[in-house]
Every structure is written in structure tokens, then in C-alpha cells.
């Protein structure tokens, strides 16, 4: 059974740090395209980051560029999210996903595998 599973979510004060993980279990998942998203209460669910399966190919949305940063371990098949000077409007569950094609898309049709998501709550 293929799962990925975040965690590392949790309350922090604007302008603080968390590091969330995403870790890949039933299948490797070191050529695939790993992303994080995210959904605030009431929005659509959102694009974050992706990181390609070829090293030092990634993607921000321009709302966290400079503030987050994606990397992965194909050894652990993990993917990261280090998101520094955090802000109120960071506030959401995010999740990572997986896809089988070699575009860094922003668009969440396009993955194949989600995680079950991890709760950051960026209070002012």
C-alpha cells in the first residue's frame, strides 16, 4: 500500500521556523516529483513547492519564495518543507503529493499520491 505520511505541523508565532517532513512508504518514490500544497479554511488547495526527481529542479509559488525552502532524501524517500520567517497568512493544513511525470506542475490534478496533511497554525 502506497502511503506518505507529514508530519512536523504545529502552532508558532509569526516570523518563526518549522520544518515539516513527508515520508514515502509501498513504493520508491525517488523518480517521482514530489510537491507540497496547502488549503486554508474556506480556500482551494494550493501549490507550496515541487522538487524534481533531478537534482536541484524546484519550484516556489511566488508567495513563499525566499521564505521556504523544498529538499529531499531519495535514501529515506522523505521530502521536506523548511519554511522560515513564517507569517498568519501561512496558516493551513499542508500536504505533499507525488507524480509520475516529469513537470514541476502546480496544479493538483496532476498528482497521483497525497499525504492525509499536518496542521501549521501561524499565530500574530
Known sequence: QVQLVES???????GGSLRLSCAGSGRTFSSYVMAWFRQAPGKEREFVAAISWRPGITRYADSVKGRFTISRDNAKNTIY????????DDTAIYYCAANRRT??????GEYDYWGQGTQVTVSS
Not at 103 to 108: I, T
Open 8 to 14: 512536523g505541523g504545529g502552532l508558532v508565532q509569526a
Open 81 to 88: 518543507l523548511q519554511m522560515n520567517s513564517l507569517k498568519p
Open 103 to 108: 513537470a514541476l506542475s502546480d496544479y493538483p
